[in-house]
């Protein structure tokens, strides 16, 4: 309700507003717990805001989270067909959620509807643990298509992101080892040698990911989607 405070995993207590906005809470506190389990990069997504639509239209996703997961995400999306943009978090809209009982608001005080899709983002990176490399995809739009086919997306739910999170958790483990955003892990606690990236992808979505036409996700990838195709090198950095 309204003025409620809510305490979410991990203790931050957030203080209601919009009950329209349930949905951040949720993943709020699935991104407290992917960190609490242990994660080097999180990529989550969801149909965050209506603002992604405003913004980009209903073709491009919404990216935010830390400078080198975005980045990593952004250029695996590009390689399969599904764009999305990297958007700021500011800090000025950061500061109109400051609440007076609670660690933070759930969006701006005031429901000014200023930088929609940064109060999202903004909100989410509370829950982020320090040292994870993390971004969000914004699907709001290109989670689904009320028109006319283009390209492999048909009529109805695309798809969107899910080929994009297969081609990051192909890249993630070089760009781990190149240094692009996770720590370092060389041994595991039990000495048996190197441990694996670990990335936990989170996704909230009130549409459909599956494909309208029913078909395998990947049946339309475009031809530079073939496996084996190494990560771009600027997807490390």
């Not at 203080?15 to 990069?41: F, H, K, P, Q, S």
């Not at 709001?140 to 994009?164: D, I």
Request: charged share 25%; glycine share 16%; aromatic share 4%.
């Amino acid at each position: 309700r309204p003025g409620d405070v809510v305490t979410m995993y991990g203790g931050r207590k957030v203080e209601v507003l919009n009950t329209d906005a349930e949905g951040r809470m949720i993943l709020g506190d699935a991104i407290a717990r992917a960190c609490a389990d242990g994660c080097d990069y999180l990529v989550e997504t969801s149909t965050l805001t209506g603002g992604q639509v405003i913004a980009l239209g209903k073709r491009i996703a919404g990216l935010m989270g830390s400078d080198g997961a975005v980045e990593l995400v952004r250029t695996a999306g590009d390689r399969v067909g599904e764009p999305a943009w990297p958007m700021p978090l500011p800090e000025d809209v950061r500061q109109g959620m400051e609440s007076a009982v609670a660690d933070i608001s759930q969006v701006v005080t005031g429901m000014e509807r200023i930088g929609t899709m940064a109060q999202g983002g903004l909100f989410l990176s509370e829950f982020v643990a320090p040292g994870v490399a993390w971004a969000h995809i914004d699907v709001a739009g290109p989670a689904y298509h009320p028109g006319e086919p283009y390209g492999y997306v048909t009529k109805g739910g695309t798809g969107v992101p899910v080929r994009t999170l297969i081609a990051v958790l192909g890249c993630v483990p070089q760009a781990a080892g190149r240094g692009g955003g996770g720590r370092a892990h060389p041994r595991d606690r039990r000495g048996r040698g190197p441990r694996r990236t670990r990335l936990p992808l989170v996704v909230a979505a009130r549409r459909p990911l599956r494909a309208a036409n029913g078909r395998g996700l990947l049946s339309h990838a475009p031809r530079n989607d073939r496996p084996g195709r190494p990560c771009p090198r600027r997807a490390a950095r």
